[in-house]
């Protein structure tokens, strides 16, 4: 049984999370989804500005989504998946103050979800407008672009060309991974949110085999936007830098790796730096296997999956991806040089 695709839109407080989702309940697409709305506060505001609501629509009220409350999300995505049959998808929409690693951890942590459903891609919506201010005031802000695996970049006609540059460079500067949409009024490709396997690793690799490839030199890389410029090219350094605590950092290794000394090097990164890993991803060479291995992880908790084989004489090698707060690079690049079998 196929499993049932889930999408977390998230995104700061007024940059447009409810517009977009009443554009995917509202648009002819053909496809049904279950939505799961989260709440902060106790007057239920933003499922009476939800088109079409109705008993598909589920309230989570305790404010935010977060390890207190992740309970109360298993049980409901439990209620939806004995009816699974009657919608194509889960919508959840995070409260602007929420931080979507618990909601990405559910899907790790809870067996019985991992079955049936899988988390297809987290999806940011950005306000063009204020996004330099929120930078400096808010880390939730700075967060949600670090695990998006899409940045809807809302309200762009409210900026000049030169001032959208520079937003996405300060974007680039903390999720190089992400794929930005500029948008009005979140008017973003539908099919370029929705059904992507945005968060699954071995999807991506199998459209975008170099999707972890890493760059050289590192301040010419591909641009996160899609475009298919370098990013010095496309994102010339603006005046003003953002000075965040978020940075992304590039493993690679030409040779095997021996898995106990990886697990072991995970384990302990996972155990010591676990709160400020937000999002880690990679393809693995183990010493002795005939297959890749396909690891992601959200802070403490991580998932392995053995992807297709390697092929006769095929240059065979390791990539890894961290995505974190204070990220100590010399440390992570020693450490998985470690891992050499």
Known sequence: MAKIPVTVLTGYLGAGKTTLLNRI???PHGKKYAVIVNEFGEENIDGALIVGADEEIFEMNNGCICCT???????VISGLMKRAASFDGILIETTGLADPAPVAQTFFADEEIAVKAKLDSIVAVVDAKHLPLRLKDSQEAEEQIAFADVIVLNKADLVSAEELTHIEFLICGINRGAKIIRATRCDAPLDQILGLGGFDLAEILKR????LKEEEPAH??????GC????????????????STISSVSLTSAKP???AKFEAWIGELRANKGQDLLRYKGI????????RLVIQGVHMMMDGTNLSPWKEGEKRSSRMVFIGRTLDEQTLREGFARCVA
């Open 69 to 75: 409350v992740r309970g109360d999300l298993i049980r």
């Open 208 to 211: 975008e085999p170099d999707f």
């Open 257 to 259: 790796l021996d898995p």
């Open 220 to 225: 010419d890389h591909a641009c996160g936007c």
């Open 25 to 27: 309940l509202s648009e």
């Open 228 to 243: 298919g410029h370098s990013h010095h090219d496309h994102h010339p350094k603006p005046s003003a830098k953002h000075d």
């Open 284 to 291: 693995l060479d183990l010493a002795g296997s005939p297959t």
